[in-house]
């Protein structure tokens, strides 16, 4: 075999530690980031850290651009305790299980989860809790695998995200086939992942950000330790000339870098410079991390003004790509900034991320349509039904097309199904026994 040299110029963007730190910074929760600064703040003697009072306003009009600095009061606490991860998933059961049957398998799965959302018990052991065969819970487990929010019920942090990717329909066969191999993923291993994967290795680097985007323990959202519950990250309220986004900063620290005079002793003025330094980078990241985020949910906002005023069934086609295109983003970027973000709105306390939704191509001339949409017109549809003369799928294609949405009736069956409502047959036959 003839051997042969040659070189290759190629490009390649290299991660640095301080990229990286800005982009964990940029995902931390405000908690997190103060708990961060504060640790900071002790290492460091030119960084000073104190709570703030105000909190910066940008209007949803892109009219008026984004301004800062307006005094409002801060959110101290939100008032009530966040229900228990056990009675958030019960509410969900009580509306998706009808057959006396399924409901108790479904308790026995819930009483089998982690304080992570996690399943803490094998499916052989919940079937034979439940009195049922194996089979029978692995049917009820995939429904409970579909509640809100994506990755609860998993039996592994693989399937675990694997959830969470394809609720946001972005599990593609690479991502899937590295979750498969996590412990390579864990060890940094690029290169056998690539070629697992059949791709470049900046492919493996873009998809290890959006998984690290996910949350690996989803009920850690429900935990009863955790009070007093903080405030939402940012709020939406009307203004005068429509909505208005304001961050909220009642719990993040404000940053002032100190700007002490030499001491005469070279090792300590350079040790002292470098401090400075890292101190004005931690002002900027923490400044760029704001910026971010209140650009991203005034976008969001603005694009979903609708949401606001007529609720969930008038949710827009929009995606993360669409946002971080619209902002020259990267996707990943827009991923980080509204992950376990929550917004205080006129109809309570959701998620940022709430405000995408998956679009539906039309079988006709029509626009394409929120698949999140659809799905709330659907459960609107048998929620209002006659219970004892449920609608078919048909019924609900009609129903559906008579409020001026274009469904067939396999997508009908889907959403159903995804949302664990029992066909029609099944739901007369709960309300016949009931």
């Known amino acids: 075999m003839d051997m042969m040299q040659f070189q290759r110029q190629t490009t390649q963007l290299a991660m640095t530690q301080r990229m990286q730190e800005s982009l964990r910074i940029l995902q931390m929760s405000n908690a997190d980031l103060a708990d961060y600064l504060t640790a900071q703040a002790l290492e460091n003697p030119c960084l000073e850290v104190r709570v703030p009072e105000g909190a910066s306003v940008a209007p949803a009009l892109p009219s008026r651009g984004i301004q800062a600095g307006l005094d409002r009061d801060a959110f101290a606490t939100v008032e009530g305790q966040p229900p228990s991860l056990l009675a958030h998933v019960e509410a969900q059961i009580d509306l998706a299980f009808f057959d006396p049957g399924d409901r108790r398998t479904a308790l026995a799965f819930a009483e089998a989860l982690e ?8 499916v052989s052991e919940v079937a034979a809790a439940a009195e049922v065969e194996e089979e029978e819970a692995l049917v009820i487990l995939e429904r ?4 809100e929010p994506a990755g609860l019920f998993a039996r592994s942090l693989a399937e675990c995200l694997a959830l969470q990717l394809e609720d946001l329909g972005l599990l593609t066969w690479e991502l899937r086939t590295m979750l498969d191999h996590l412990p390579l993923l864990a060890e940094r291993r690029i290169a056998d992942l690539a070629r697992r994967c059949d791709c470049e290795p900046e492919h493996i680097r873009e998809n290890l950000a959006l998984i690290r985007s996910l949350s690996p323990k989803p009920g850690e959202a429900f935990a009863a330790d955790r009070t007093p519950i903080q405030p939402p990250d940012v709020r939406v309220l009307r203004g005068p000339e429509g909505w208005e986004v304001e961050l909220t900063r ?59 005023d007529q609720g969930p069934r008038a949710l827009r086609p929009l995606s993360m790509e669409e946002v971080a295109l619209e902002l020259d983003l990267h996707p990943s970027t827009i991923s ?25 191509a039309s079988d006709g001339p029509e626009a394409p349509q929120s698949q999140d949409a659809l799905m709330a017109l659907v459960r609107d549809i048998i929620a209002g039904e006659d219970r004892t003369k449920p609608f078919s799928d048909d019924a609900i294609v009609k129903q559906a097309k008579l409020a001026g949405a274009v469904l067939a009736r396999r997508t009908v069956t889907k959403y159903r199904e995804t949302l664990g409502i029992p066909s029609s047959y099944d ?5 016949a026994a009931a």
């Open 115 to 122: 304080p992570s959302g996690w399943l803490g018990q094998p």
């Open 144 to 147: 409970l695998q579909a509640f």
């Open 250 to 308: 009642a719990q993040l620290p404000r940053i002032r870098v100190s700007e002490a005079g030499d001491t005469g002793d070279r090792q300590a003025d350079a040790w002292l410079t470098r401090a400075r330094s890292q101190a004005r980078w931690l002002e900027r990241a923490v400044e760029r991390r704001q910026a971010t985020l209140l650009r991203t949910a005034v976008c969001l906002v603005r694009h979903q003004a609708e949401f606001l």
């Open 336 to 360: 980080r900034a509204t992950a376990t973000r929550l917004i205080e709105t006129p109809r309570g306390l959701i998620p940022l991320r709430a405000f995408f939704s998956r679009s539906v």
């Open 427 to 431: 739901r007369k036959r709960a309300a």
